[in-house]
């Protein structure tokens, strides 16, 4: 079984890490964008939010816009009506509840409307740089495909993976793991003839 070590050291050497895959803003900003990535195109998700941050960037100006105008403005991305919703209900929640600062814990996160576990620890990691797995389909398929975790949720995942990873290594994974996903460890197909960890891959060693 590949080490945590390795695991890493292979990743960063597959991997082509050509744009951030989520962009170090501050902390209101990524919230609100993971909120708009969920089930949205990469590209859609930054037509959208590039869209509303050019007209409103805080909590303050979010919670006072017209909710017509946000869903007008992230209409790029899937469920806009829904997510135009979240979005003004986490702005109005921020600006009552936490006196206009994003929080900063999971827990406190996790209050707000829209917001799962991977919402939440994508704002650790990508807005406080503190050490979080934001475990999203990617990094759930490619952990049990690899054989390091055996979970049945991304939720588990989380909580196996923090076992198996070393803190320091947190807040890399989940990017590099995201990449990867969409490089080669494709949901479909993945391409484990071309992938430096198919010696030490469960999946990629049954292939043979
Ligand atoms: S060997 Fe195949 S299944 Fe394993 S990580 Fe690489 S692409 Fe994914």
Redesign the pocket.
């Known amino acids: 079984m590949v080490t945590a070590q390795e695991l890493l050291w292979l990743l960063k050497r597959q991997v082509k890490m050509d744009k951030p895959v989520v962009k170090h803003e501050n902390p209101f900003k990524v919230l609100i964008s993971t909120v708009i990535s969920q089930r949205t195109r990469d590209e859609n998700t930054a037509k959208a939010s590039g869209k509303l941050f050019s007209k409103y960037s805080t909590p303050q100006e979010l919670s006072e816009a017209p909710v017509e105008v946000i869903e007008n403005l992230i209409k790029n991305s899937g469920y806009f009506r829904v997510k135009a919703n979240y979005v003004k209900k986490i702005s109005e929640m921020i600006v009552r509840d936490f006196g206009g600062v994003t929080p900063s814990t999971v827990d406190e996160l996790l209050v707000l409307p829209g917001v799962g576990r991977k919402t939440a620890n994508c704002v650790l990691v990508y807005g406080f740089e503190k050490p979080a797995i934001p475990v999203d389909v990617h990094v759930h398929r ?1 952990s049990n ?2 054989g390091i975790i055996k979970t049945e949720t991304p939720d588990d995942s989380e909580v196996a993976l923090e076992k198996f990873l070393p803190e320091k290594y947190w807040i890399e994974i989940n990017q590099l793991m995201v990449r ?1 996903g969409q490089q ?3 949901p479909r197909n ?3 003839s071309v ?4 010696r030490k ?4 060693r049954n ?1 043979k």
């Not at 891959?201 to 990629?204: A, D, L, R, T």
């Open positions: 490619i495909r690899i990867h080669t460890c494709l993945p391409k484990c992938c430096l960890l198919e891959c469960v999946y990629g292939q």
